[in-house]
Antibody, heavy 121, light 107 residues
Framework: EVQLVQSGAEAKKPGESLKISCKGS????????IGWVRQMPGKGLEWMGI????????KYSPPFQGQVTISVEKSINTAYLQWSSLKASDIGMYYC??????????????WGQGTMVTVSS | DIQMTQSPSSLSASVGDRVTITCRAS??????LAWYQQRPGQVPKLLIY???ILHSGVPSRFSGSGSGTDFTLTITSLQPEDVATYFC?????????FGPGTKVDLK
């Protein structure tokens, strides 16, 4: 059974760093793109970027380029989303999701449960 | 980058009604279009990919159509469990942007 399990909710202060995780299981992790999606409270879905665990090829959406870093650790089937300096506007639910087709960026067929990030002084 | 729009932004319909949601891409995306359902408080779920192919386990009352720039999601007979927000997403060329969503509730 394909599963993506994300790390727990985080409450941080502006300026702090943060790294959240997404662990895949039930499939060959290195063969499927993993993406990150933000959902701010009461708002829609925002595609942040994707990474191919096989070679760490990464694509970012322009609003998030330079603001976050997407990475993977293949040995533990885990993808990461990290911030070096959080802003209050980074508040939201962050989902990881798997691309549907092996080795090809595609629609997301399996989603993690989401990680809520709160940023407040 | 390709921009996605949806209409309407919200709608109210009765159980058994036919519901149609439209999604438009700012440039041609062939059939690289997916639809997702997000029920209140839940994780988004893939409904349709490649414009018209139902994802595994999705009820047959859902259907999709379109190519190029104009796409449609249809629910042939609305059920109470279909109350949700529906998002389209293209996956032609990164970034794979989502539409703003269409909220469906019961009249």
């Amino acid at each position: 059974e394909v599963q993506l399990v994300q790390s727990g909710a985080e409450a941080k202060k502006p300026g702090e760093s943060l790294k959240i995780s997404c662990k895949g299981s039930g499939y060959t992790f290195t063969r499927y793109w993993i993406g990150w999606v933000r959902q701010m409270p009461g708002k829609g879905l925002e595609w942040m970027g994707i990474i191919y665990p096989g070679d760490s090829d990464t694509k970012y959406s322009p609003p998030f380029q330079g603001q976050v870093t997407i990475s993977v650790e293949k040995s533990i089937n885990t993808a990461y989303l990290q911030w070096s300096s959080l802003k209050a506007s980074d508040i939201g639910m962050y989902y990881c999701a798997r691309g549907r087709v092996a080795a090809s960026p595609d629609a997301f067929d399996f989603w993690g449960q989401g990680t809520m990030v709160t940023v407040s002084s | 980058d390709i921009q996605m729009t949806q209409s309407p932004s919200s709608l109210s319909a009765s159980v058994g009604d036919r519901v149609t949601i439209t999604c438009r891409a700012s440039q041609g995306i062939s059939i690289y279009l997916a639809w997702y359902q997000q029920r209140p408080g839940q994780v988004p779920k893939l409904l349709i990919y490649a414009s018209a192919i139902l994802h595994s386990g999705v009820p047959s009352r859902f259907s999709g159509s379109g190519s190029g720039t104009d796409f449609t999601l249809t629910i042939t007979s609305l059920q109470p469990e279909d109350v949700a927000t529906y998002f389209c997403q293209h996956y032609d060329t990164a970034p794979f942007t989502f539409g703003p969503g269409t909220k469906v509730d019961l009249k």
